[in-house]
């Protein structure tokens, strides 16, 4: 039938349509840029040409001769304000408008505003900086790059994971390899330009931007401006793909509201494709050193993973992948250490998967490497090192099944008519290679809170402050309460995207689906026992009944024995017209904090390795084909097929396309993704969509998605293990993997393109 | 040390090539004679005064005062407050901005509204009946879950139904060739190319 509803397996849901979909086709979603605002006036940013100096003049004259021109601002206008801070909701300290200082080129220098965008653009356009520049560092090797241990400079990276005595069992080992490896910068990308919107009714400050962080913004928003957080809301219905770019608000937000509180009228500041990729966030380049000993029989004894990050001289942004790839074997012994190398750059940020897209894909290229040298299969390799408890803490998995996704994965693909031998595969002109990957990402749940009203005729309202980035957390929230209630999907509404509602953590990390659902989930009950005592009550319809025996089905409350009451008849008994639940749902773990600091915008994560009992996961294998033309290197990727185990899934629908896209972001990091930076200048070049490439329609053919069943019941009520992220960790180095084994070339630094296979 | 920030070396954007070509004009002339420098700043200031444009937008007439140098993306979304029809790029790089005009699929950011003076412009707002039914192109996009963030969609049914319309979804190999010009970042590709097979068979004859 239809590949894109796939049908349910054991503990999965159904593959509902999404319940937005209908805006979605026919334009009547609303993206922050398109909320109707009266009287608005149009923002435009002018930004710094050079990445490192001082801004000694800014020549104003001419861009105040624009006709329309309103407003420029600039350095001095934001004295009156905090600067922005970095972590949890902040993308950097950097406050560009409240200190001359240039930290990285594309630094934003002025706003114009004025009445029509084409004004605003031509003013922006020309103010004329004077700057004192000095020579900028623009990455690895440049001089003047300074490094430094990554461990403790950063919350988000405490220490350098280890186990056993690493060297000596390396130096015992029989067989040995060691190799580098290394990802380019990245810019996310998402096709909805960055944009805000701001507008003040008396003290209340309105802002329409897309964000995965509703109410984390509207904290840090009020801690800039110097406002109470309860005069701020943040509205983001609808978010034209995020990624990551959305999750940490930018000095734009702040500056755009003070526009429109020095103009007395809403202001939209659009960026242009270009300026994203200095004012956003971005992966930062990443570089790698993997170590691994093996005894003859492809046991492994010594695992060593050292990373080396660029990050911003302002902010020592890590992403650390070592704690998971530290973890991902039964490595017998661990040595990991990650390196932070400050550059004259703008912050990075998180991109879908951040450590595990760069890290992952070193470790599975080695491990495809360590493979071959071993003359051993690439799929029995990992199976003989598949762990029963994790090397670094001894912790169980609260489950793992990447044996099963392998073998399903490679059933399907029909891995077992590859011939081994690299060259082995042609068709005609084009060389034919096989490789495999293992994917993994960290299962993780946050504090949420969410209110569920279920009225007499039967319609729900879910509310909560979480974000449709387009995974359909929408849906699968629906979904939740539709079955919990028992009432048909198309009767249940839920509000999403604006800081008013109920708190949700930011929606990152893979952590939505689990969060949400599980705070929606708890409100849902609390309707059913409510129900359910009105229903059991002695003289009631299902009198004698025991509440916990009570299903909710097609408008019923059903008894074990069969016996039933319709709902609507329940509220008429109990003679109210509607119920209201508001739920928090923290996971296990929590601190007795955890709650309030939801609401002040800093949820706690929990899960992945941070806690006690297990260490938890979600786990896929993929499996991919290349093709590489004989003469001109051409590469194509002509069938990827990928399994997965991820707990219960909510939507066969929903999860199969994530899966989907996160496989085909995996292709274009291995082929295509690739930010340029001028090493001269520290600047980047491809700014814009003709230049930085991502996957178009016809460098994707087949593509198959299995959803592997797998009950968990440890990682959260809901027992969703979160998908988002975990399809496109691996997929380049199983490219890597068959490009090897077409051509014999190992390629290690991304991306795999034509020139690589020229040598 | 003096820098225009806006134009670094890679940095020319659409409109910055405009006024610069304006000013590169303005500047010649002034070794001619000042005479011919005041008729170039002339042509550079009306370039931004309002002029009439009338446009026929999913069979509605539009009577519009615009900048000369308004996109017909821009038009559509600030002037007409059709929101459907999205900006990604501003750049024709994309595809999100797609429209049809007279039927054929146009990158609405690279048209400017003026040059599209009594053209019939279609916008995904126009595609479905008076009566809600979707048409086939959009229905299809939802059955296939055809779309994740939804961002790219507009541009991509409009695209979809022109290359339909132009004989270019006649194989699967066709509809990625042709349908290449619409980037979707969620990647819902394969999706997209079965929708587009659903509602090619569906309209087929129509």
Same mark, same amino acid.
């Given at each position: 039938m239809d590949a894109a509803a796939p049908k349910p397996g054991e503990n999965q849901g159904e593959p509902l349509p999404r319940i937005d979909a209908r805006l979605k086709v026919t334009g009547q979603a609303h993206y922050p840029a398109d909320l109707p605002t009266a009287n608005i006036a149009y923002g435009a940013l002018s930004t710094s040409s050079i990445a490192r100096g001082r801004v000694t003049k800014l020549r104003l004259d001419d861009a105040r001769a624009v006709p329309g021109l309103l407003d420029i601002v600039t350095y001095g206008d934001m004295d009156k304000v905090e600067k922005p801070k970095f972590g949890n909701s902040g993308a950097t300290s950097i406050g560009p408008l409240h200190d001359r200082t240039i930290f990285h080129d594309g630094q934003i220098i002025a706003l114009a505003v004025a009445e029509t965008f084409e004004a605003a653009e031509e003013a922006a356009q020309l103010i004329r900086a004077e700057y004192e520049e000095e020579k900028p560092t623009a990455s690895f090797d440049s001089p003047g790059a300074k490094t430094v241990d990554a461990a403790g400079k950063n919350p988000m990276h405490k220490e350098d994971v280890k186990a056993g005595n690493f060297d000596a069992a390396y130096a015992a080992a029989p067989v040995r390899i060691d190799a580098r490896y290394s990802t380019p910068t990245q810019h996310h990308n998402p096709i909805e330009l960055f944009s805000t919107t701001a507008f003040w009714q008396g003290d209340q400050l309105i802002v329409h931007e897309p964000t995965q962080n509703v109410t984390g913004w509207k904290v840090e928003l009020a801690r800039q401006l110097k406002i109470d957080p309860a005069n701020v809301r943040i509205l983001s219905p609808f978010i034209g793909g995020a990624f990551g770019s959305k999750g940490p608000m930018t000095p734009r937000t702040a500056i755009v509201a003070v526009a429109a509180k020095r103009l007395g009228r809403p202001v939209r500041c659009v960026t242009s494709r270009m300026q994203a990729f200095g004012t956003q966030t971005y992966r930062a380049e990443t570089r790698h050193r993997i170590r691994i000993g093996a005894g003859r029989? $492809?046991? %492994?004894?010594a695992f060593a993973h050292e990373g080396w990050e660029v990050t911003s001289r302002a902010d020592a942004y890590v992403v650390a992948g070592t704690s998971a790839t530290g973890r991902m074997y039964d490595y017998g012994s661990v040595l990991t250490h990650v390196s932070l190398v400050e550059a004259d750059r703008n912050t990075p940020g998180y991109m879908r998967s951040p450590p595990e897209t760069p890290y992952v894909y070193a470790l599975e290229n080695a491990m495809d490497e360590m493979a071959v040298t071993l003359g051993m299969d690439p799929v029995e390799f990992r199976r003989i090192n598949e762990?029963?408890?994790? +090397? %670094? $803490?001894k912790k169980p998995f609260s489950s793992r099944s990447l044996i099963q996704c392998y073998d399903q994965a490679a059933d399907a693909f029909g891995w077992a008519k590859r011939d081994p031998k690299v060259g082995a595969m042609r068709d005609g002109d084009w060389l034919v290679g096989m490789g495999c990957a293992t994917a993994i990402y960290p299962t993780a749940a946050a504090p949420c809170a969410a209110r569920v009203r279920l009225t007499s005729d039967g319609d729900v309202r879910v509310q909560c402050g979480s974000h449709e980035i387009g995974t359909g957390v929408r849906t699968v929230a629906g979904q939740m309460a539709s079955e919990r209630l028992g009432v048909p999907i198309d009767k249940v509404n839920v509000e999403m $995207?604006? *800081? *008013?509602? +109920?708190p949700a953590p930011v929606s990152g990390g893979s952590i939505s689906t689990a969060s949400v659902c599980s705070a929606v989930l708890k409100a849902c009950d609390a309707i059913r026992t409510k129900l359910s005592v009105g229903a059991t009550a002695e003289g009631r319809p299902l009198a004698g009944s025991h509440n916990e025996e009570l299903d909710f089905a097609d408008g019923k409350i059903v008894a074990k024995g069969g016996a039933s009451a319709k709902i609507e008849d329940v509220f008429k008994i109990m003679q109210v017209g509607a119920i209201d639940e508001y739920a928090e749902f923290a996971p296990k773990g929590a601190t007795p904090g955890a709650l309030k600091k939801l609401y002040a915008g800093q949820p706690e994560f929990h899960g992945g390795d941070h806690d006690e009992d297990s260490v938890k996961y979600a786990f896929g294998a993929e499996f991919v084909e290349v093709r590489i033309n004989r003469y001109t290197r051409e590469i194509r990727v002509p069938r990827i097929v990928g399994a997965f185990a991820a707990g219960r899934i909510m939507n066969t629908r929903t999860a199969r396309s994530q899966l989907m896209g996160g496989m085909i972001w995996g292709i274009g990091q291995a082929l295509q993704e690739a930010t340029e930076v001028d090493g001269r200048y520290a600047r980047y070049v491809n700014r814009d969509l003709q230049d930085y490439l991502v996957p178009v329609n016809a460098d994707i053919r087949d593509l198959q998605v299995i959803l592997v069943p797998e009950v968990d019941h440890a990682v959260n009520p809901a027992g969703v293990k979160g998908l988002g992220e975990l399809g496109n960790v691996g997929t380049a180095a199983a490219v890597a993997s068959a490009v090897y084994h077409a051509t014999g070339n190992r390629i290690r630094d991304l991306p795999i393109r034509i020139d690589q296979l020229i040598a | 040390m003096l820098k225009n920030p806006a134009s670094s070396a890679t940095g020319l954007s659409r409109r910055s090539f405009m006024t610069g070509t304006v000013s590169a004009a303005a500047a010649a002339p002034l070794l001619a004679s000042a005479a011919k420098a005041e008729e170039a700043a002339a042509v550079h200031s009306r370039l931004r005064e309002a002029v009439a444009v009338s446009l026929r937008i999913n069979g509605q007439p539009y009577a519009l005062s615009l900048d000369t140098r308004t996109s017909l993306l821009d038009a559509l979304r600030d002037h007409v407050g059709l929101t459907g029809t999205k900006k990604g790029c501003d750049h024709g790089q994309c595809g999100a901005c797609t429209v049809l005009v007279d039927g054929k699929r146009v990158l609405s950011c690279l048209s400017f509204a003026v040059m599209n003076q009594g053209s019939e412009v279609t916008t995904v707002e126009g595609l479905a009946s008076s009566d809600g039914k979707l048409h086939p192109m959009q229905q299809a996009f939802i059955d296939h879950d055809a779309f994740q963030c939804g961002y790219c969609t507009p541009g991509q049914i409009m695209s979809a139904i022109g290359c339909i319309n132009e004989g270019h979804a006649n194989s699967e190999d066709d509809i990625r060739e042709f349908m290449s010009g619409n980037i979707c970042r969620c990647a819902a590709y394969p999706n997209i190319v079965a929708a587009i097979v659903q509602a090619r068979d569906q309209t087929r004859g129509t």
């Amino acid at each position: 039938m239809d590949a894109a509803a796939p049908k349910p397996g054991e503990n999965q849901g159904e593959p509902l349509p999404r319940i937005d979909a209908r805006l979605k086709v026919t334009g009547q979603a609303h993206y922050p840029a398109d909320l109707p605002t009266a009287n608005i006036a149009y923002g435009a940013l002018s930004t710094s040409s050079i990445a490192r100096g001082r801004v000694t003049k800014l020549r104003l004259d001419d861009a105040r001769a624009v006709p329309g021109l309103l407003d420029i601002v600039t350095y001095g206008d934001m004295d009156k304000v905090e600067k922005p801070k970095f972590g949890n909701s902040g993308a950097t300290s950097i406050g560009p408008l409240h200190d001359r200082t240039i930290f990285h080129d594309g630094q934003i220098i002025a706003l114009a505003v004025a009445e029509t965008f084409e004004a605003a653009e031509e003013a922006a356009q020309l103010i004329r900086a004077e700057y004192e520049e000095e020579k900028p560092t623009a990455s690895f090797d440049s001089p003047g790059a300074k490094t430094v241990d990554a461990a403790g400079k950063n919350p988000m990276h405490k220490e350098d994971v280890k186990a056993g005595n690493f060297d000596a069992a390396y130096a015992a080992a029989p067989v040995r390899i060691d190799a580098r490896y290394s990802t380019p910068t990245q810019h996310h990308n998402p096709i909805e330009l960055f944009s805000t919107t701001a507008f003040w009714q008396g003290d209340q400050l309105i802002v329409h931007e897309p964000t995965q962080n509703v109410t984390g913004w509207k904290v840090e928003l009020a801690r800039q401006l110097k406002i109470d957080p309860a005069n701020v809301r943040i509205l983001s219905p609808f978010i034209g793909g995020a990624f990551g770019s959305k999750g940490p608000m930018t000095p734009r937000t702040a500056i755009v509201a003070v526009a429109a509180k020095r103009l007395g009228r809403p202001v939209r500041c659009v960026t242009s494709r270009m300026q994203a990729f200095g004012t956003q966030t971005y992966r930062a380049e990443t570089r790698h050193r993997i170590r691994i000993g093996a005894g003859r029989d $492809g046991r %492994i004894t010594a695992f060593a993973h050292e990373g080396w990050e660029v990050t911003s001289r302002a902010d020592a942004y890590v992403v650390a992948g070592t704690s998971a790839t530290g973890r991902m074997y039964d490595y017998g012994s661990v040595l990991t250490h990650v390196s932070l190398v400050e550059a004259d750059r703008n912050t990075p940020g998180y991109m879908r998967s951040p450590p595990e897209t760069p890290y992952v894909y070193a470790l599975e290229n080695a491990m495809d490497e360590m493979a071959v040298t071993l003359g051993m299969d690439p799929v029995e390799f990992r199976r003989i090192n598949e762990p029963k408890v994790e +090397p %670094i $803490g001894k912790k169980p998995f609260s489950s793992r099944s990447l044996i099963q996704c392998y073998d399903q994965a490679a059933d399907a693909f029909g891995w077992a008519k590859r011939d081994p031998k690299v060259g082995a595969m042609r068709d005609g002109d084009w060389l034919v290679g096989m490789g495999c990957a293992t994917a993994i990402y960290p299962t993780a749940a946050a504090p949420c809170a969410a209110r569920v009203r279920l009225t007499s005729d039967g319609d729900v309202r879910v509310q909560c402050g979480s974000h449709e980035i387009g995974t359909g957390v929408r849906t699968v929230a629906g979904q939740m309460a539709s079955e919990r209630l028992g009432v048909p999907i198309d009767k249940v509404n839920v509000e999403m $995207g604006d *800081s *008013s509602l +109920p708190p949700a953590p930011v929606s990152g990390g893979s952590i939505s689906t689990a969060s949400v659902c599980s705070a929606v989930l708890k409100a849902c009950d609390a309707i059913r026992t409510k129900l359910s005592v009105g229903a059991t009550a002695e003289g009631r319809p299902l009198a004698g009944s025991h509440n916990e025996e009570l299903d909710f089905a097609d408008g019923k409350i059903v008894a074990k024995g069969g016996a039933s009451a319709k709902i609507e008849d329940v509220f008429k008994i109990m003679q109210v017209g509607a119920i209201d639940e508001y739920a928090e749902f923290a996971p296990k773990g929590a601190t007795p904090g955890a709650l309030k600091k939801l609401y002040a915008g800093q949820p706690e994560f929990h899960g992945g390795d941070h806690d006690e009992d297990s260490v938890k996961y979600a786990f896929g294998a993929e499996f991919v084909e290349v093709r590489i033309n004989r003469y001109t290197r051409e590469i194509r990727v002509p069938r990827i097929v990928g399994a997965f185990a991820a707990g219960r899934i909510m939507n066969t629908r929903t999860a199969r396309s994530q899966l989907m896209g996160g496989m085909i972001w995996g292709i274009g990091q291995a082929l295509q993704e690739a930010t340029e930076v001028d090493g001269r200048y520290a600047r980047y070049v491809n700014r814009d969509l003709q230049d930085y490439l991502v996957p178009v329609n016809a460098d994707i053919r087949d593509l198959q998605v299995i959803l592997v069943p797998e009950v968990d019941h440890a990682v959260n009520p809901a027992g969703v293990k979160g998908l988002g992220e975990l399809g496109n960790v691996g997929t380049a180095a199983a490219v890597a993997s068959a490009v090897y084994h077409a051509t014999g070339n190992r390629i290690r630094d991304l991306p795999i393109r034509i020139d690589q296979l020229i040598a | 040390m003096l820098k225009n920030p806006a134009s670094s070396a890679t940095g020319l954007s659409r409109r910055s090539f405009m006024t610069g070509t304006v000013s590169a004009a303005a500047a010649a002339p002034l070794l001619a004679s000042a005479a011919k420098a005041e008729e170039a700043a002339a042509v550079h200031s009306r370039l931004r005064e309002a002029v009439a444009v009338s446009l026929r937008i999913n069979g509605q007439p539009y009577a519009l005062s615009l900048d000369t140098r308004t996109s017909l993306l821009d038009a559509l979304r600030d002037h007409v407050g059709l929101t459907g029809t999205k900006k990604g790029c501003d750049h024709g790089q994309c595809g999100a901005c797609t429209v049809l005009v007279d039927g054929k699929r146009v990158l609405s950011c690279l048209s400017f509204a003026v040059m599209n003076q009594g053209s019939e412009v279609t916008t995904v707002e126009g595609l479905a009946s008076s009566d809600g039914k979707l048409h086939p192109m959009q229905q299809a996009f939802i059955d296939h879950d055809a779309f994740q963030c939804g961002y790219c969609t507009p541009g991509q049914i409009m695209s979809a139904i022109g290359c339909i319309n132009e004989g270019h979804a006649n194989s699967e190999d066709d509809i990625r060739e042709f349908m290449s010009g619409n980037i979707c970042r969620c990647a819902a590709y394969p999706n997209i190319v079965a929708a587009i097979v659903q509602a090619r068979d569906q309209t087929r004859g129509t």
